[in-house]
């Protein structure tokens, strides 16, 4: 017999993820009920729970289900991860162009992720056309709503010039609130910047932040980019760089 969910945790999104951290098999009985029952972020969390395995068997095809689910009745992360899923190939076939139908959706509701997400088709022409100025539009709307990883690509648009005009004090403001706001690229954007005007110890602990939130893609090609700098504390990070990027693969 599974476990009983009490009413309130139905009604409760907030709880059934604290649930998660404290006892994720608990948890994942209690959000599938929660699903199953019509709560819509309790469809969309168990989408996530089950792509990730956490308290639950992993099933990515399964968790593309449920965020269909949830999508279809109006969630817009839900609509976002399912973008992702067609994007990454996670419980099917990659599609880009069913990404960017999705992402756009999501966009379109106001979801700072579904912006991103959408902004990175379009600037990369991936399922959709190239467009430089909508990508950086939905950057910009998204970098506003406080998302940081936006914030840093809306500094790399504004800092190149691209579908604007070049503006690199606002590209380095944008640069610094990203790193503030915990994106590890934009951590180091900041820190290249830095590094720049002659802040090398400002630099260098931006450079360990970002390296200690770095994923393996990040860190195989930042690492490489560290050797082409002036100072030898900064080209020291190199090192660290490649040796966790080693760890992580």
């Known amino acids: 017999?599974?476990?009983?969910?009490?009413?309130?945790?139905?009604?409760?999104?907030?709880?059934l993820r604290a649930m998660l951290d404290d006892n994720p098999a608990r948890a994942a009985q209690a959000i599938?009920?929660?699903?199953?029952?019509?709560?819509?972020?309790?469809?969309?969390?168990?989408?996530?729970?089950?792509?990730?395995?956490?308290?639950?068997?992993?099933?990515?095809?399964?968790?593309?289900?449920?965020f269909a689910i949830a999508a279809n009745g109006g969630h817009a992360m839900a609509r976002n991860m399912l973008g992702r899923c067609h994007e990454h190939g996670w419980g099917g076939a990659v599609d880009a162009r069913q990404a960017a139908v999705?992402?756009?959706e999501a966009a379109a509701a106001g979801l700072d992720w579904g912006l991103y997400n959408y902004a990175n088709l379009l600037g990369t022409g991936r399922g959709v056309a190239l467009d430089h100025e909508l990508a950086l539009a939905c950057y910009r709307?998204?970098?506003?709503?406080?998302?940081?990883?936006?914030?840093?690509?809306l500094g790399r648009y504004l800092e190149n010039g691209m579908a604007c005009a070049a503006d690199p004090a606002q590209a380095h403001d944008w640069y610094r609130r990203s790193a503030e706001a915990g994106d590890f690229r934009g951590q180091?954007?900041?820190?290249?910047?830095?590094a720049e005007a002659?802040?090398?110890e400002d630099a260098l602990h931006w450079l360990q932040r970002a390296l200690e939130g770095g994923n393996l893609n990040?860190?195989?090609v930042s690492g490489p980019a560290?050797?082409?700098?002036?100072?030898?504390?900064i080209r020291a990070m190199a090192t660290l760089y490649q040796a966790k990027a080693d760890s992580l693969a």
Do not use: C
């Open 1 to 15: 017999m599974g476990y009983q969910l009490r009413r309130e945790e139905v009604l409760d999104a907030q709880r």
């Open 32 to 66: 599938l009920t929660a699903a199953r029952a019509g709560m819509a972020d309790a469809q969309a969390l168990l989408g996530q729970i089950l792509l990730d395995g956490q308290g639950i068997e992993r099933d990515p095809a399964l968790a593309r289900t449920w």
């Open 188 to 194: 180091f954007s900041h820190a290249a910047v830095l």
């Open 141 to 153: 709307r998204a970098a506003l709503m406080g998302h940081a990883k936006s914030m840093n690509l």
């Open 226 to 233: 560290l050797l082409q700098a002036s100072d030898t504390r």
């Open 102 to 104: 999705h992402y756009r």
């Open 218 to 220: 990040f860190l195989r």
């Open 198 to 200: 002659g802040r090398v």
